[in-house]
């Protein structure tokens, strides 16, 4: 296992540095920024489903569905279709409405997960034409889906997902921006700046993994909190659903993530000088406004640990600690806000001795409904 492991102490902590990697592996054969392509067979294949889709429905579990979010806002920006992320658990138990000219995208790491599965099975037998998002290859909901696209992440061993989610989101983004060339909605320039950003996401993911100290000074301070609040806006607002999600999986403190603008309807009540308040705060549109909700954590005393780009001083001159992401393209910055959170919430398990790796009561994959 040690080899396995190797050279780091848990398989998340190697999941995490392999993301650089994963990601190149990910868009390999398949984005050509210098050409101006970028296409999956299974895609490809059935490019007239997804450009007739009067409607796009992402259906996943847990981080996959986190994934699923994340591609919400850039399918809808990018391609102009309406976009539904559901959690299998639900969508499959209550009768959805679901049109034949309906694209369902499933999104699964391991592909066995009962519920997506299941939710798949569903929405074929109503006539809609299923791709799959997995990981493993030739899994089940691989199999059971009218096409797909694999995310090329390798194995992922850690409960807590990581490189799967940064992978997923490179996959839908790629999708997305497939959909925005055949459809025209998005202008040449744009599209190419697109290409040519996701294709340095690598290097941008490897500079984001030297955060990595700094978290671990961060989590040191704040190891002991019983509570912790992510806020994020846009893009970001999925990314701070899973910033609580990882920290609550693998450290058992309790965490909620929310759009930050939402926070003034009600976890503004919890603010007090007790309470770390993780916000993601990248420059993008409508930076200005989480500005002011930093501004107004810092007025009720909440701790405010910031993730920005780099360069940034306005935030920094709130925030109690910041942590430097490099600049990207707005819709591609999940894959960098991600990396310090998944850092951050490693380290403070491990400062709390939790088991990274097997997080108690939790499942790799969920295969019971
Ligand atoms: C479990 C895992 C999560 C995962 C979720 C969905 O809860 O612990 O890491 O995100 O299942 O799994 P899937 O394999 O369908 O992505």
């Known amino acids: 296992e040690q080899i396995e ?12 540095y392999e993301q650089p990697s994963v990601i190149k592996d990910t868009y390999r054969g398949r984005l050509h920024a210098d050409k101006g392509i970028v296409q999956m067979a299974g895609v490809e294949d059935n490019l007239e489903k997804f450009t007739n889709a009067n409607r796009i429905l992402i259906i996943a579990c847990g981080t996959s569905w986190h994934a699923g979010l994340v591609a919400e806002y850039v399918i809808e920006e990018f391609a102009r279709i309406p976009v539904e992320v559901e959690y299998a658990s639900e969508f499959r138990y209550r009768n959805p409405i679901i049109y034949p000219d309906d694209v369902v995208i499933a999104v699964s790491q391991s592909g066995e997960t009962a519920d997506t599965l299941a939710a798949i099975k569903l929405a074929k037998e109503k006539g809609a034409f299923v791709f799959g998002v997995c990981n493993v290859v030739g899994s089940s909901i691989s199999r059971e889906t009218h096409a797909g696209a694999y995310t090329h992440a390798g194995p992922e061993i850690g409960v807590a997902s990581t490189k799967a ?9 790629m999708i997305a921006l497939r959909l925005a060339k055949a459809k025209g909605t998005m202008n040449n320039s744009d599209y190419q700046r697109y290409l040519l950003e996701l294709e340095l996401i690598p290097e941008k993911v490897e500079e984001a993994l030297q955060t990595n100290e700094v978290a671990k000074t961060i989590a040191g301070i704040y190891k002991d909190a019983p509570n912790c609040l992510y806020l994020g806006r846009g893009y970001n607002f999925p990314v701070a659903l899973e910033g609580a999600l990882k920290l609550k999986e693998i450290s058992y403190i309790h965490a909620e993530g929310y759009p930050a603008a939402e926070m003034k309807h009600g976890p503004i009540a919890l603010i007090d000088e007790h309470m770390p308040i993780v916000v993601i705060a990248p420059k993008q549109n409508h930076y200005d406004k989480v500005v002011s909700n930093i501004q107004e954590i810092k007025a009720r005393s909440g701790k405010i640990i910031a993730v920005v780009t ?11 600690h910041v942590i430097e992401i490099p600049d990207t393209s707005e819709a591609l910055t999940p894959l960098l806000t991600t990396i310090p959170l998944q850092l951050l919430s490693y380290h403070i398990a491990v400062m709390r001795e939790c088991n990274v790796d097997q997080p108690r009561n939790l499942a790799k994959s969920v295969t019971v409904e």
């Open 165 to 173: 989610f940064t992978t997923q989101i490179t996959v839908l983004t």
């Open 5 to 16: 492991k190797g050279g780091y102490d848990h398989f998340m902590l190697k999941e995490i």
């Open 310 to 320: 780099k360069g940034d001083t306005q935030v920094r001159a709130l925030a109690d």
